[in-house]
């Protein structure tokens, strides 16, 4: 068994098994959620997603920068390089807002503005996903930020191509087509997840009683993560029912 089994994942189950149980993934999977919920959700989840997604490379890098301070040079070298490839991501997620809003505005006649969603004010959960990724890189544990990426990616590769699945049969190929951030995400974290476990598995082999505190950083940002799915369809539910719209 590796390191990461037996001194990580017993602390971070918790969090993963509500993938299964919480009740926006039980939503979103549902066979009997409506075309207009799940389109709105993605909406929200799409032009959301910028205030989530827009740091990412630079908390990865900021990762990296503390971890050579530290005196850990390769795995901050790594972070570093690995930060050159998430720069701009925020921009797909705004593009796939777009694309779906219009679409939505061509078939409703109550319009939705996507700059307007974009600019939203965050959520709790959108505000302290951001919060423990601060608190990873300016403690000293840097790579508590790897840990929090490893649980979202782990979200992104087990959750979201079953989410994917739903949208094909709820709204059709050419929704799916249009999030072009999740699905790549879907594909691409595989090897990012891989990457985060070599330089956590690397921890755990000088520092094992970090387990914990690794796990605590990721189970945190995973709570976090999956709230914000939450809020995205608050949003959409109260659209739908007329409580709050943005209009053109």
Wanted: hydrophobic residues 45%.
């Amino acid at each position: 068994m590796t390191l990461i089994q037996t001194h990580y994942l017993p602390h971070a189950l918790p969090t993963r098994a509500r993938l299964d149980t919480e009740p926006v993934v039980r939503e979103l999977l549902s066979p009997d959620i409506s075309p207009d919920l799940m389109a709105r959700f993605l909406i929200e989840w799409s032009a959301r997603g910028a205030y989530m997604t827009e740091p990412v490379d630079g908390w990865i890098r900021g990762a990296g920068e503390r971890c050579i301070a530290l005196g850990q040079e390769k795995v901050g070298r790594q972070l570093i390089t690995h930060a050159k490839h998430e720069a701009g991501h925020h921009l797909m997620t705004i593009a796939d807002a777009r694309v779906l809003t219009a679409r939505w505005n061509a078939g409703h006649s109550r319009k939705l503005d996507a700059d307007a969603l974009v600019a939203q004010a965050p959520t709790a959960a959108m505000r302290e996903y951001r919060q423990v990724h601060d608190e990873a890189i300016t403690g000293d544990l840097p790579l508590g930020q790897a840990a929090i990426e490893y649980e979202v990616g782990y979200l992104a590769v087990v959750l979201v191509p079953r989410i994917l699945a739903r949208v094909r049969e709820v709204v059709g190929q050419e929704t799916l087509d249009s999030l072009t951030f999740l699905r790549e995400h879907a594909e691409v974290d595989v090897g990012h997840t891989a990457l985060n476990e070599r330089m956590m598995e690397g921890l755990l082999g000088t520092h094992p009683q970090e387990g914990p505190r690794l796990a605590s950083f990721g189970s945190r940002g995973l709570d976090c993560y999956l709230r914000f799915l939450a809020d995205c369809m608050d949003a959409a539910r109260r659209s739908l029912e007329g409580v709050t719209a943005v209009a053109a």
